[in-house]
């Protein structure tokens, strides 16, 4: 794992997973040409990769799955620009903040727990969320 991957756990459970925009610069470094940073059993796998021109990925689909039950929803955000801080939440201990983190231009955090932002500057991002979209009651429940 790269030194620029940060994990944040609470209670033996991932909260969040932080590639931080050095990360890619240690692939090419290292000289390597990929690096997934999400465990397997995640619902988002997220690599990070460093391919030269000309390298070719081999044509393929994804084979749909049959049927997911008690599917966890997990949020990915990359920082286009500006800074993010981001405070992290625990339900098993009645939604109580258990950690927070900053990130900003370049990097890219999973977020698996429930979650506040408040922007420090003037962002663009890009987010990734699973669908389909259930509609405005069924998709959060607020808690403070």
């Not at 021109?53 to 599917?71: M, Q, R, S, T």
């Not at 900003?104 to 420090?120: A, C, K, P, Y």
Request: net charge negative.
């Amino acid at each position: 794992m790269s030194q620029y991957v940060e994990k944040i756990e609470h209670n033996g459970k991932i909260l969040a997973i932080i590639a931080r925009a050095q990360a890619i610069k240690e692939l090419e470094e290292k000289n390597e040409q990929m690096l997934f940073v999400t465990p397997d059993e995640f619902p988002f796998q997220i690599g990070i990769h460093n391919r030269p021109a000309g390298n070719v990925i081999k044509e393929h689909f994804h084979v749909p799955f049959e049927k997911l039950e008690d599917f966890p929803v997990q949020e990915f955000f990359y920082v286009i620009s500006g800074r993010v801080h981001i405070d992290l939440y625990d339900d098993r201990e009645n939604d109580t903040k258990v950690s927070e983190v900053i990130i900003q231009e370049g990097d890219s955090i999973v977020l698996n727990t429930g979650h506040g932002f408040t922007l420090l500057d003037d962002c663009k991002l890009i987010e990734l969320k699973q669908g389909p979209y259930r509609g405005k009651d069924m998709e959060k429940r607020y808690f403070s």
